[in-house]
């Protein structure tokens, strides 16, 4: 990949916490939504879709997939329009391929044609405002991050408890042309969000500097030297091996309950117990990982509810009847809330805010692989055994797994690698410090910029979180 000036700016932008943060993360909000709760909610017009066609559930089943595929394998392909275009851009592009997408689905006269419309140009449309929003709420929040990304999360219960209902009742009124078309217009919400995405602009002060930054200072298009951190390589490692199982659970506990006997309605319910405690999980972990004394552990708090999660599925493996199901769903609600408020809370602390663009894109390639394998092959497990108890357990395993990859590589690689004594880098860096101090206030305008990395790069102390100045566009 070539070089090229990087969507970053100035370099003298602090979050600002607030003011019109609080609309990025409205626009992040929706634009989570849509994007998870999407793929889920098109399965209200499979059926419409089988009758229309001819063709068999497996078949409708490859739109919702394509979409996450589209969703998750996009990844490196956002990071590099986002470096290279900016935010704002590229979602309004995004926007328009969403609402497209579906549009000319409802023309559409075969399976095929609904593959490339629905699944891909609109799966294509939500992951280019996926990334992007995850990356301005990144800049706009710092010190109460947590928070913000567990609020942004909680838009995809939300939304799932929402477009289900919205899209039965498309189908009855409108059938699924009328349904694909409404939607299509619904969609073009993202660009709203997109348009909410203003950049933050850098001190007047920093103007005259501006120029000299941006000359110095290139990035490429996809960095991939995010592989040199021993922390992100573990993530991205116990990330992988936690949506081989995280996903199972939701797709097979309504045939589950109906394979005890109860109604498809009642099964049908568990998903709505499931999706209100995940609504209220995501902000109130949020909340939490944003104490004082948890945020710098916060990828000890992201393991331990991934081990919950996992745990969760075990117990829910013992389940013998539609009580015991609803155990599982409170339990398995709270802790997937957690999980999602976590994911990316914890990726944007260990990479930064200036890799973090490139970072999220090849994070996401990696799980799409993942979550292109689990559900299947926990499809073939039951159809083999018959028996939904080892799916369960299969999935309680790779979570819990996953867990313990992430918290003993970040005890054993991560915590004595920062406890070693400081780099021939980090060394000249102090030294460029202190020469700044003896300089006058005009030198000391000029060399802000590598002051103030510096600062970034400075580590955790007293168990505090240094604010990150390089929260600009």
């Given at each position: ?29 929706i634009i989570t939504g849509f994007s998870y709760a999407f793929p889920k909610a098109v399965s209200v017009f499979f059926k419409e879709l ?424």
């Amino acid at each position: 990949m070539g070089a090229v000036v990087a969507d970053d700016g100035p370099s003298g932008v602090k979050a600002p916490d607030g003011g019109w943060g609080w609309a990025v993360l409205f626009g992040c909000f929706i634009i989570t939504g849509f994007s998870y709760a999407f793929p889920k909610a098109v399965s209200v017009f499979f059926k419409e879709l089988i009758r229309e066609f001819g063709i068999g559930y497996s078949d409708t089943a490859w739109i919702s997939s394509i979409l996450l595929a589209m969703l998750y394998g996009t990844g490196p392909l956002c990071s590099v329009c986002v470096n290279r275009f900016g935010c704002r851009p590229v979602m309004l592009v995004g926007g328009l391929f969403a609402s497209m997408g579906m549009v000319i689905a409802s023309f559409c006269t075969s399976i095929v044609q609904i593959y490339l419309t629905a699944g891909v140009i609109t799966g294509l449309g939500l992951a280019l405002n996926f990334q992007p929003s995850l990356i301005m709420l990144n800049r706009y929040f710092d010190k109460r991050r947590p928070l913000a990304n567990g609020l942004s999360a909680a838009g995809s219960p939300v939304f799932l408890c929402a477009l289900s209902p919205l899209g039965q009742i498309l189908q009855h009124e409108y059938g699924w042309r009328g349904g694909f078309l409404i939607l299509g217009g619904m969609l073009l919400n993202c660009c709203v969000c997109g348009a909410l995405m203003r950049p933050l602009e850098p001190p007047k002060k920093a103007e005259a500097t501006k120029e000299p930054a941006e000359k110095k200072v290139k990035k490429k298009l996809l960095d991939f030297s995010v592989f040199k951190d021993g922390g992100f390589v573990i993530y991205t490692l116990a990330a992988s091996i936690m949506v081989l199982g995280l996903f199972v659970p939701p797709v097979f506990v309504v045939s589950y309950a109906k394979d005890l006997g109860y109604q498809d309605t009642k099964a049908a319910f568990l998903l709505t117990i499931l999706g209100f405690i995940d609504i209220f999980a995501r902000p109130i972990c949020g909340m939490v990982a944003g104490l004082k004394w948890v945020r710098p552990r916060c990828v000890y708090l992201f393991s331990f509810a991934m081990i919950f999660n996992g745990f969760t599925d075990l117990m829910g493996s013992m389940s013998a009847d539609y009580g015991g199901l609803v155990v599982f769903c409170i339990f398995f609600g709270i802790s997937y809330g957690m999980v999602g408020a976590l994911q990316f809370e914890v990726l944007m602390a260990i990479v930064g805010t200036q890799k973090f663009s490139s970072a999220i894109g090849l994070v996401l390639l990696a799980e799409a692989m993942a979550v292109l394998i689990g559900p299947p092959s926990a499809g073939k497990l039951l159809d083999a055994t018959g028996r939904y108890m080892f799916v369960f357990i299969i999935a309680g395993i790779e979570v819990t797994t996953s867990a313990l990859v992430l918290a003993l590589g970040n005890f054993f690689c991560i915590k004595k690698k920062s406890e070693e004594p400081h780099t021939k880098e980090e060394a000249a860096e102090r030294e460029e410090l202190n020469k700044s101090e003896n300089k006058t206030p005009e030198d000391a305008k000029v060399d802000s910029i590598e002051v103030e990395q510096f600062l970034k790069d400075e580590p955790e102390k007293n168990g505090e979180v240094v604010t990150n100045p390089e929260t600009c566009v």
